[in-house]
């Protein structure tokens, strides 16, 4: 079993920054590819951003290209989503997601764990 510690969401004004962190516990080492997704109210949950586990190839989402950063500390089993130049429409509720099999997963059914979210509003 693999836990996942979503934190770092808030609330911030259009344009502003924000950077999500994910701590994996439990059996790491079976992780390869992480990712985030996000859920809108109302609507369904989809991809942001994935990292495999050598951190050498990543995948974003085309909303998100030139704005978000996904990075990956082995070391320190976490992955990070540096979030620049925020939108009202960026704002829903984030989750940390790690999939264990040798694969580019960028579905969420491909994933086999999850963290419980964490917030994040943009205002206008």
């Known amino acids: 079993q693999v836990q996942l510690v979503e934190s770092g969401g808030g609330l911030v004004q259009a344009g502003g920054s924000l950077r999500l962190s994910c701590v994996a516990s439990g059996r790491t080492l079976s992780i390869y590819t992480m990712g985030w997704f996000r859920q809108a109210p109302g609507k369904e949950r989809e991809f942001v951003a994935a990292i495999i586990r050598s951190g050498g190839n990543t995948y974003y989402t085309d909303s998100v290209k030139g704005r978000f950063t996904i990075s990956r500390d082995n070391a320190k089993n976490s992955v990070l989503l540096q979030m620049n130049s925020l939108k009202p429409e960026d704002t829903a509720v984030y989750y940390c997601?790690?999939?264990?099999?040798?694969?580019?997963?960028?579905?969420?059914?491909?994933?086999?764990?999850w963290g419980q979210g964490t917030q994040v509003t943009v205002s206008s």
């Open positions: 997601a790690a999939d264990s099999y040798s694969r580019v997963s960028l579905q969420a059914a491909q994933y086999d764990y």
